[in-house]
């Protein structure tokens, strides 16, 4: 089964600043995808980035961007030019391309983020 | 657009009680799930229907039933709640496949979610 672990149950950053979430996971398979969810306080959860695994190219969102390292398992998030909009709970996820396993996505357990001003 | 939408937002029980929480999404999405997030855990899979007519166990199915009404809907039961039920809940949808200018794709695997509800368990 595939794991998912965020080493950083807290980070925080000055606004305008740059800071990175760490996100490891184990996995037998060769493609799959690799997502960054974003939980502000309201709760609601919202796609921040995507990555697919045969893509060698790591994907960027405006200030959002990944470093993805397939062979060392590792997917982290930067945040350039930090916004006090930025805080909240950071979620790295795992799905498998396998339909067979209900393409599901398996989390990891958060990084809360305070972005101070 | 509604998107997904979830009901009770939230809600307190006592040990033993039974509940029912809704889940209804207007994407015309084939799949569907819920999660628990809990302090320190992430989310976890609770059940997951793949298709209408279809649902299966997840990481922690126990103590919970669900029901995929119809394509719209899914709801998850609690036949006698638990204080290890504490937690919020989520449910989510997203389609496999499907056909945007007559080219099939499959999709990228992002979930939709609803906005979730507090359950508490005394």
């Known amino acids: 089964a595939q794991t998912v672990t965020q080493s950083q149950p807290e980070m925080s950053v000055q606004e305008a600043e740059t800071v990175t979430l760490s996100c490891t996971y184990d996995?037998?398979?060769?493609?799959?995808?690799l997502f960054w969810y974003k939980q502000p306080p309201s709760r609601q959860m919202i796609l921040v980035i995507r990555?697919?695994?045969?893509?060698?190219q790591n994907a960027t969102e405006n200030r959002f961007s990944v470093n993805f390292q397939k062979a060392a398992k590792s997917f982290s998030l930067k945040i350039s030019d930090s916004q006090l909009g930025d805080a909240a709970m950071y979620f790295c996820?795992?799905?498998?391309?396998?339909?067979?396993?209900?393409?599901?996505?398996?989390f990891g357990e958060g990084t809360q983020l305070t972005v101070n001003p | 657009n509604a998107g997904v939408t979830q009901t009770p937002k939230f809600q307190v029980l006592k040990t033993g009680q039974s509940m029912t929480l809704q889940c209804a999404q207007d994407?015309?999405?084939?799949?569907m799930y819920w999660y628990r997030q809990d302090p320190g855990m992430g989310l976890r899979l609770i059940y997951y229907?793949?298709?209408?007519?279809?649902?299966d166990k997840g990481e922690v199915p126990n103590g919970y039933n669900v029901s995929r009404l119809n394509k719209r809907e899914f709801s998850l039961r609690l036949e006698s709640a638990a204080p290890s039920q504490t937690s919020v809940y989520f449910c989510?949808?997203?389609?496999?496949?499907?056909?945007?200018?007559?080219?099939?794709?499959?999709?990228?695997?992002?979930?939709?979610f609803g906005e979730g509800s507090r359950l508490t368990v005394l």
């Open positions: 996995t037998s398979e060769s493609d799959y995808y």
């Open positions: 990555q697919e695994a045969y893509k060698q």
């Open positions: 229907s793949a298709s209408e007519g279809t649902t």
């Open positions: 994407m015309n999405h084939n799949s």
């Open positions: 989510a949808s997203r389609n496999l496949r499907g056909t945007s200018g007559g080219e099939l794709w499959l999709d990228t695997g992002e979930l939709f």
């Open positions: 996820a795992y799905r498998s391309v396998r339909e067979t396993s209900g393409s599901r996505l398996t």
